[in-house]
């Protein structure tokens, strides 16, 4: 579990996540990590391959890697999603949810990454037809 986020919170995020994905065939995935003394990209790529890369038709999957212990987020999306959208967003939605995070807003700093990037989703991965989940919306942990 997370020492930064209360369970209450960690339901808000996955509300969020659901909320995001209503109008698009996107799917997000929030992975919260606590390992210490690690390439923190190194993990977050393993991380992304394991639960996103790949799993969407569409492969619009994006995944929030977030070590608060080690003060760091990364933020990967698959290539089609990557694809449509520049880095310039990535980079301006870093500096925003990491912002938050400075002040200690750990919860509304994901939380209007997750819906910022939902609209995005929307924008280039509109619901057309019936709008399966293709993956997990729960946030998962590694230890």
């Known amino acids: 579990m997370s020492n930064f986020l209360t ?4 339901a808000s995020l ?12 996107g799917e ?5 990590d606590s390992h210490s003394g690690g390439n923190n990209a190194e993990i977050a790529f393993n991380v992304f391959k394991s639960l996103c890369q790949n799993k969407t038709a569409e492969k619009n999957a994006v995944l929030f890697h977030v070590n608060f212990e080690e003060h760091y987020l990364t ?11 520049r880095q310039t967003f990535w980079d ?22 997750i819906l910022k990037t939902g609209y ?5 991965f509109p619901v057309s037809g019936e709008n399966f989940n293709e993956l997990s919306n729960e946030i998962t942990f590694s230890n």
């Not at 369970?7 to 960690?10: D, K, R, T, V």
């Not at 500096?95 to 938050?100: H, L, P």
Request: net charge negative; proline share 0%; aromatic share 6%.
């Open 120 to 124: 995005e989703l929307k924008k280039h």
């Open 14 to 25: 996955v509300e969020a996540i659901q909320s995001a994905e209503d109008h698009s065939t």
């Open 75 to 85: 933020i990967i999306g698959d290539e089609g999603i990557h694809q449509k959208v």
């Open 28 to 32: 997000i995935r929030v992975h919260i």
């Open 92 to 113: 301006r939605l870093h500096d925003e949810i990491t912002a938050e995070f400075a002040k200690g807003n750990y919860h509304d700093g994901l939380r209007n990454g």
């Open 7 to 10: 369970e209450y919170q960690m």
